[in-house]
Nanobody, 126 residues
Framework: QVQLVESGGGLVQAGGSLRLSCVRSGRTFSNYAMGWFRQAPGKEREFVAAIRWSGGSTYYADSVKGRFTISRDIAKNTVYLQMDSLKPEDTAVYYC???????????????????WGQGTQVTVSS
């Protein structure tokens, strides 16, 4: 089993920044990716960003390109999401997830992820 624990959410004004963290524990895998998704009230869960653990290739949703940065610390088994220039429409519960597939196209699809964290609330006020 894999456990994912997010932290770092909170309330911030528009234009501000937050950094989310997600610590992975449990089973280890040789090839996998970590992703961030978000879900606002009444909306479907949507892809935000992903990073291939080996090699560090990154993938972003168009809505966050240039504002959000995903990174990982291999020694700490932690993935980060640095969020800058936040907008009220970024308000959502943010989830990290682990994807055991190697096909990069699967990184954009919530249903292709195998493990999920409990989520952390991000609220951006206008």
């Amino acid at each position: 089993q894999v456990q994912l624990v997010e932290s770092g959410g909170g309330l911030v004004q528009a234009g501000g920044s937050l950094r989310l963290s997600c610590v992975r524990s449990g089973r280890t895998f040789s090839n996998y990716a970590m992703g961030w998704f978000r879900q606002a009230p009444g909306k479907e869960r949507e892809f935000v960003a992903a990073i291939r653990w080996s090699g560090g290739s990154t993938y972003y949703a168009d809505s966050v390109k240039g504002r959000f940065t995903i990174s990982r610390d291999i020694a700490k088994n932690t993935v980060y999401l640095q969020m800058d220039s936040l907008k009220p429409e970024d308000t959502a519960v943010y989830y990290c997830a682990a994807n055991l597939r190697t096909n990069w196209r699967s990184y954009y699809v919530a249903g292709e992820y195998d493990y999920w964290g409990q989520g952390t609330q991000v609220t951006v006020s206008s």
